[in-house]
């Protein structure tokens, strides 16, 4: 738990590789996370050629670890391969549907943060990649990704070459609840973001970006609502054409 | 990593609660897991009143680890916390859309299993309840869900009652793949599907079912097309109706 505890998103990796045995071992760790009904609702891909990192480069906004990382992981919602085995064995499968996208996504999630866990206590550092979700036909095209199949996270792999410092964390009483979902007045919402609103870096971060408070720096500058909304509907979308 | 590798799921529990301290720091490490934007778009309710834990039985199908496991975990997206920040800090909040759903799931989901491994790191017994997005409306009025909070998944927690065996999973070659999808021909399911399918737990589950083949007994039996088709208009209405 300690390696938990200390933990922080590594984004600078040193060039040395990370051998297969050692990568087969954290994902065979990784397959033993539970699973809905033992169906393994899921697949991995593993990226290390550099041709292909740089093709997978633009869905991840260019981001410099997808490039810089030995080893991309992309986790998926696979309901192809499950559907396959009905077909070859006189079942008719029923999971091309939304429940399924969900039920997929949680299985390889699952799997995706047990790989993490497993990883980060071996030495490695991970950087979870958010944008795997705002550009899915890309990734979907390059890793040619086949009906029932959808990329829902990618994680690059490397050894750490940077330290630094951890990041805040709200509260434990902001986030979890007695038996109800408490609701947060305006009062909690001060006393429950005081600690991340007074940090330097955050300060500055309203500076730079010529905001007047943090939140806004969210909302209109990382985070809008038309970038969400436009995000939204390339997600439904591929989600659509890869047949939920 | 040897807790991950050795690690099953568990519905059993002896009577003894958990404690607060245990509880609260085994929630604290699962924190540090990754979050988009350090958003931490998730909430946390934990149901130990036996009353509550009546009321969400309906809602999983009566599984027995419901009332009977001291602690429930209910993981929820949540962006009704950090809309309320916005709203309060004059900026205008734009995550009611399906983008957000799913991030905000990944968000939860890494940190449900953080806590997992957590607790299994310390003895503890989990089990994941599926059912969650079979009914969430269901769990929603029980836990008292606000518009933008969504249960994503439930785990329920104690220490451990039995020692089941290790279930099967299929081989690493079945789940990983080399830069591309590597698509299965006939002769790889059967391959793959070999020893799940030699295994006499699922021969006496073909009978018991009378059924021809195991991929059956799951069409057919355990997760029909008529059932998921009934649960994705749930869960999409739900969705719906949370606001997303």
Not at 86 to 115: H, M, S
Not at 230 to 244: N, T
Request: hydrophobic share 40%.
């Amino acid at each position: 738990m300690e390696s938990l505890k200390q933990r922080r998103t590594i984004r600078k990796y040193q060039p040395e590789d990370i051998p297969d045995d050692l990568l087969n071992e954290l994902l065979t760790a990784s397959f033993r996370a539970s699973t809905v009904g033992n169906m393994q609702a899921y697949s991995v891909i593993v990226t290390r050629d550099a041709d292909r990192k740089a093709k997978l480069a633009p869905a991840h906004f260019h981001q410099p670890m997808v490039q810089a990382a030995p080893v991309i992981l992309t986790f998926c919602i696979d309901l192809h391969r499950f559907s396959k085995w009905c077909e070859c064995r006189k079942a008719e499968p029923g999971y091309n549907n939304f429940e399924w996208f969900v039920t997929g996504a949680i299985d390889a999630l699952l799997v995706a943060q047990t790989f993490c866990v497993a990883a980060e206590e071996r030495g490695l550092g991970i950087c979870y990649l958010g944008t795997t979700t705002y550009n899915p036909q890309q990734i979907i095209d390059v890793l040619e990704l086949p009906d029932l199949v959808f990329p829902i996270t990618t994680v690059t792999v490397g050894w750490p070459d940077e330290h630094p410092a951890q990041v805040d964390r709200l509260p434990l009483e902001a986030v979890v609840h007695a038996e109800t979902y408490h609701d947060y007045t305006p009062a909690d919402i001060d006393r429950l973001y005081a600690y991340k609103e007074s940090l330097p870096e955050n300060k500055q971060f309203i500076l730079e970006n010529g905001k007047e408070t943090l939140a806004q720096v969210f909302t209109d500058v990382r985070y809008t609502k038309k970038d969400s909304e436009a995000m939204s509907e390339s997600l439904w979308k591929a989600m659509k054409k890869q047949g939920f």
